[in-house]
């Protein structure tokens, strides 16, 4: 018998940990988010030099890494410890924002609240990161949803189908292949995680 999924079918937690999983894994950013001034902290150890942009190479402690934020779309507004800067001023590169000799601030200020910020992150739902998130948080809700609906029933035969930010992933199987289609499943995630990378500030000195 085959038996069809429905979106009510599935747990939102499990599709909020799914996304939590493969974000939390890669420190990216798989939906596209805006934050307006936002006030941060200023780590000592996310500060660093990067003159690869100017023709120059007078700058000191001028690029920042921002963990919460890869990758990088647009810089609306920035102020360092009270002093604005031009947008256009600084370079986004991917996960850093790089302060050129044009900026009024030439360095990050380290402490607690010393940088506002307004930008927008994260990679498009069509992007190839972006789909490839779509379908690891799909396969890892349909484990999920195996795991529960196998377990309350035995029947001679089952399908999952699953939709979540328009990928759809949908199989049919004996319960005798219970264990080999999660186990393709979850090879198939080992092999979109390994395709995005893994969290960036884990190879940061």
């Known amino acids: 018998m085959l038996v069809e999924i429905n979106a009510f079918d599935t747990s939102i937690d499990w599709l909020d940990e799914a996304d939590a999983d493969i974000e939390g894994y890669t420190g990216k950013k798989f939906r596209v988010q805006t934050v307006t001034s936002q006030s941060i902290d200023v780590s000592k150890a996310f500060i660093s030099t990067n003159n690869d942009f100017e023709g120059r190479t007078g700058l ?8 919460d934020y890869a990758p990088l779309v647009s810089l609306a507004s920035l102020t360092i410890d009270g002093t604005a800067v031009t947008p256009s001023y600084a370079i986004l590169d991917y996960s850093r924002v790089i302060l050129t ?3 009024e601030a030439s360095s990050w200020a380290p402490g607690k609240s010393k940088a506002t910020l307004s930008i927008t992150y994260g990679y498009a ?14 396969l890892f809700t349909a484990v999920k949803y195996l795991h529960a609906s196998f377990s309350e029933s035995k029947e001679s035969g089952s ?4 939709q979540h930010a328009d990928v759809v992933y949908s199989v049919e199987m004996e319960i005798s292949e219970e264990g080999k289609t999660r186990k393709d499943w979850q090879n198939r995630m080992k092999e979109i995680k390994k395709a995005l990378g893994g969290c960036m500030k884990s190879y940061l000195v």
Do not use: F, P, V
Request: aromatic share 10%; charged share 30%; proline share 0%.
């Open 60 to 67: 000191i402690g001028n690029a920042y890494y921002l963990e």
């Open 101 to 103: 000799s044009d900026a």
């Open 125 to 138: 739902e069509d992007s190839t990161e972006g789909r490839l998130a779509s379908e690891y948080s799909t």
């Open 159 to 162: 399908a999952a189908t699953r």
